[in-house]
């Protein structure tokens, strides 16, 4: 109990200094991308358990979308629409993120107003245009099935309720974790797992100053920052400014906080089909331009542009519910 008391403050504090980081966008000599770090060990009955409720189209309220329906495991863990559908065929205003990694983040959701994968939960559950649902329905539903209610027995000691719904998807999320990527295999010395134009990638974004905001083990995730630190982005949209738009402004208020948002992991931004909160990017390289553009305004060569997109190859690890198609593709750049 103080040990969890004692992780919340401490992750408070981590948001508001990473806040005060991305803010002043200094290029901190200390900005590395860090190793992955290892798996957590977490008992298999619970992460199976976790895994269940994911793909169970219970938990919304016309039994028809899962978790799963809009983060694509063998895919990358998001959504390959632009915006996500929910129940009754409702379109969603954000981009679903990956779930994979995203244990390793600061807090949840492009806002980042979850501060862990358990209060994640209740963000889809309730969201009448995802999955539209309450807790006493799904655990009215869930009691009803023999089978389950046994898988929870097995594992808690009072059975089905929201908390350990909770417990058991975060506990599964807290296994997605990429591993064994070229960049890790390169930062622990193995000097031939990238190319040469991955290495080339990797000084430039050293060298532009992409590393000020996407670092850490996820190459993101670990500060909040402008989306447009130094054009408006936002102006070029025009009317088509939604309320999902306003980002972290939604959840403090704070005038200051329009438009910022969590940094994204770049961990699977190499297997996305979209890009940005707001799906206005559909490749990497438009990506790669855009925020070159209004982060750094900067104009980059369309050979830096190629080179950076091969070094966001290199991030892209391995699990075992990823397609190894895809694993493959990626490691040909
Ligand atoms: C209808 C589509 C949909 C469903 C169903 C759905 N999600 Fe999501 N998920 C999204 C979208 C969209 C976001 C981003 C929302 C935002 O940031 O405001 C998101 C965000 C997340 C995040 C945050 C990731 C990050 O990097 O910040 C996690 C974790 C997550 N979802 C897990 C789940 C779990 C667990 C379930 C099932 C209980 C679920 N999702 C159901 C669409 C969906
Ligand atoms: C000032 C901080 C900052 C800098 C510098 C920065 N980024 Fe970003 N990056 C962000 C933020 C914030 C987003 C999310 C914006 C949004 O969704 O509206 C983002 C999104 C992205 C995405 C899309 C990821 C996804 O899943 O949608 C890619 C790719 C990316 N950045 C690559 C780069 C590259 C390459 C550079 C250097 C040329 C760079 N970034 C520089 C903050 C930054």
Redesign the pocket.
């Known amino acids: 109990m103080k040990n969890t008391r004692f992780l919340l403050v401490h992750r408070l504090m981590m948001m508001v200094f990473c806040f005060l980081c991305a803010a002043s966008l200094h290029i901190s000599a200390n900005s590395a991308i860090l190793p992955i770090p290892e798996v957590p060990s977490v008992p298999a009955p619970l992460v199976n358990l976790g895994e269940a409720?994911?793909h169970d189209t219970r938990?919304?309220a016309d039994n028809t979308?899962?978790?799963a329906?809009?983060?694509d495991l063998s895919h990358n863990g998001a959504?390959r629409r632009p915006?996500?559908?929910?129940i009754g065929g409702a379109v969603?205003k954000?981009?679903?993120?990956?779930?994979y990694n995203?244990a390793f983040?600061l807090?949840?959701?492009?806002?980042g107003?979850?501060i862990d994968?358990q209060s994640?939960?209740d963000?889809?559950?309730h969201?009448e245009?995802?999955?539209g649902s309450d807790w006493e329905s799904i655990i009215t539903k869930l009691n009803n099935d023999p089978e389950i209610t046994q898988r929870f027995n097995t594992v808690f000691r009072n059975g089905i309720n929201a908390d350990n719904i909770r417990e058991a998807?975060a506990a599964f999320?807290k296994t997605l974790i990429l591993t064994d990527s070229p960049f890790d295999r390169w930062l622990a010395g193995d000097h031939s797992a990238l190319t040469l134009q991955q290495l080339r990638g990797y000084e430039l974004f050293r060298s532009y100053g992409c590393i000020s905001c996407h670092q850490g083990a996820n190459v993101g995730?670990n500060m909040f920052s402008r989306m447009g630190s130094l054009e408006n982005y936002f102006e070029l949209k025009g009317d088509a400014i939604s309320q999902?738009d306003l980002g972290r402004y939604n959840v403090t208020g704070n005038p200051n906080h329009r438009y910022v948002f969590?940094v994204?992991?770049l961990r699977t931004a190499a297997l996305n089909d979209f890009f940005f909160?707001d799906s206005s990017a559909n490749s990497l390289e438009e990506a790669i331009v855009t925020m070159a553009r209004f982060q750094l305004g900067r104009q980059l060569p369309e050979q830096h542009v190629a080179d950076i997109a091969a070094f966001i190859h290199s991030l892209t690890g391995t699990h075992p519910r990823l397609s190894t198609q895809l694993n493959s593709s990626t490691e040909q750049h």
């Open positions: 409720l994911f938990l919304s979308i899962s978790c329906s809009c983060h959504d915006f996500s559908v929910g969603g954000i981009r679903s993120p990956s779930v995203s983040d807090a949840q959701f492009w806002d107003r979850a994968l994640q939960v963000g889809p559950i969201d245009v995802e999955m998807l999320q995730g999902a969590k994204p992991s909160h």
